[in-house]
């Protein structure tokens, strides 16, 4: 795959993924939940930004450079700190919708997950590096939408570690 065309195939995924959070936002009765969603949202719109902006660098002059990409959500270690807020997301019983959104937005971050570890393996240099970022990203998002999933699960984990074991 050529960059003009992994930068365009990119562009389409941030924007499928924004959509889906923005739409879960916006159904979204609980004020947490919809404030997790939008932040979520907001990123993505961040990555497309990013995107448009070195796709243009790359039809201007040829040349991709990967200047540093911000992300709201943070790293594993950041959100592990910070449990106690996330477990505040799923204090009323809004599970069944919440959940449907958020097993769609895991679908759709793995698929651009696995398109950045491919653009990882194929591309250039100078590429490589940004879509190397991008990947890191999106399994941070992967992670955070897995905390959720679990935890609304009631499977008694919440970032990876049993909480607690109905056996004894």
Same mark, same amino acid.
């Given at each position: 795959m050529k960059i003009e065309e992994a930068l365009k195939t990119a562009i389409e995924y941030e924007s499928e993924l924004r959509d889906i959070y923005f739409e879960a936002a916006d159904a979204e009765d609980d004020a947490k939940g919809r404030q997790f969603f939008q932040s979520m949202g907001n990123d993505e719109q961040g990555?497309?930004?990013? &995107? /448009?902006?070195?796709? @243009?660098?790359?039809?201007?002059?040829? +040349?991709?450079?990967?200047?540093k990409l911000q992300s $709201?959500?943070?790293?594993?270690?950041?959100?592990?700190?910070?449990?106690?807020?996330?477990?505040?997301?799923?204090?009323?019983?809004?599970?069944?919708?919440?959940?449907?959104?958020?097993?769609?937005? &895991? /679908?759709?971050?793995? @698929?651009?997950s696995d398109f950045y570890q +491919?653009?990882?393996?194929?591309?250039?240099?100078? $590429?490589?590096?940004m879509f190397a970022r991008f990947l890191e990203i999106e399994n941070?998002?992967?992670?955070?939408?897995?905390f959720e999933l679990?935890?609304?699960s009631k499977t008694g984990y919440w970032f990876d570690v049993k909480e607690f074991d109905m056996e004894g």
């Open positions: 990555h497309l930004d990013y &995107l /448009k902006d070195r796709l @243009k660098q790359w039809q201007d002059s040829g +040349k991709i450079s990967a200047l $709201a959500v943070p790293s594993r270690e950041e959100l592990e700190r910070h449990a106690a807020e996330v477990k505040s997301l799923v204090d009323k019983d809004f599970r069944g919708i919440k959940s449907q959104m958020l097993s769609r937005a &895991l /679908k759709m971050e793995i @698929k651009t +491919k653009m990882v393996d194929e591309m250039p240099a100078e $590429a490589k590096k941070n998002h992967i992670k955070t939408i897995e679990d935890y609304i």
